[in-house]
């Protein structure tokens, strides 16, 4: 079975540009949440979607926003990139409703220059 | 605020030893437990769960221990060998959450000492 697939794996923005990031979930499952690590700052939470729907959100400025289709493919979005919005964004699945262990994807490491 | 605490950003241990990194929360509403190695450049990989209703979870070589009225947690690796050198974090989920929505702490750089 396919692990948890993100892309793209590198890349490097400007101040203010915009940028999207996409994650497929391994196959089956419906959940998909996303977490940003910076140095020293563990995993923070930035949100869940399970079946198209917003579950959770975490606590991040409006910038930060998502979507997941009906495949259960998810994508992030990040506009008016800041310095410190530089980090890797890891990208997680599981299978269903409800709590569960979480599978991580490698994740995007997103540099703002 | 830091509901998950992982207060030794490192340990070293000989190999054949025991690994034992600790683990702390401080919401008492958190009832489901994670732990996960991390390479660098790679993706965390999950480890090994336990829900509030253990007091203990192994599988294989790896062990989890959970102190409730503590609050504390602590992962056991024996023995430990030098492809075990790695970051662990720890993770916590309340049962207010219907969803997964994980805290996880700041991480233990694990180095396994040949």
């Known amino acids: 079975k396919a692990g948890v697939t993100q892309t793209p794996r590198y890349l490097i923005k400007t101040r203010g540009q915009q940028v999207t990031l996409s994650c497929s979930p391994i196959?089956?499952?419906?959940?998909v949440s996303w977490y940003q690590q910076t140095p020293g700052q563990g995993l923070q939470f930035l949100f869940e979607y399970f079946s198209e729907t917003q579950r959770n959100k975490g606590n991040f400025p409006g910038r930060f926003s998502g979507r997941q289709f009906s495949n259960s493919r998810s994508e992030m979005n990040v506009s008016t990139l800041e310095l410190g919005d530089s980090a890797l964004y890891l990208c997680a699945s599981s299978p269903d409703r409800g709590r569960n262990t979480i599978y991580f994807g490698e994740g995007s490491w997103l540099t703002v220059v | 605020d830091q509901q998950v605490k992982q207060n030794s950003p490192s340990l070293s241990v000989q190999e054949g030893r025991i690994s034992i990194l600790n683990c702390d929360y401080t919401n008492s509403m958190f009832d489901y437990f994670l732990w996960y190695k991390k390479y660098p450049a790679e993706g965390p990989t999950f480890l090994i769960s336990i829900s509030s209703i253990k007091d203990k979870n192994e599988d294989g070589r790896f062990t989890v221990f959970l102190n409730k009225s503590a609050k504390h947690l602590s992962l056991h690796i024996v023995p430990s060998q030098p492809g075990d050198s790695a970051v662990y974090f720890c993770?916590?989920?309340?049962?207010?959450?219907?969803?997964?929505?994980?805290?996880f702490g700041t991480g233990t750089s694990l180095t396994v000492i040949p």
């Open positions: 993770a916590a989920s309340s049962y207010q959450n219907t969803g997964n929505q994980f805290y």
């Open positions: 196959s089956g499952h419906r959940s």
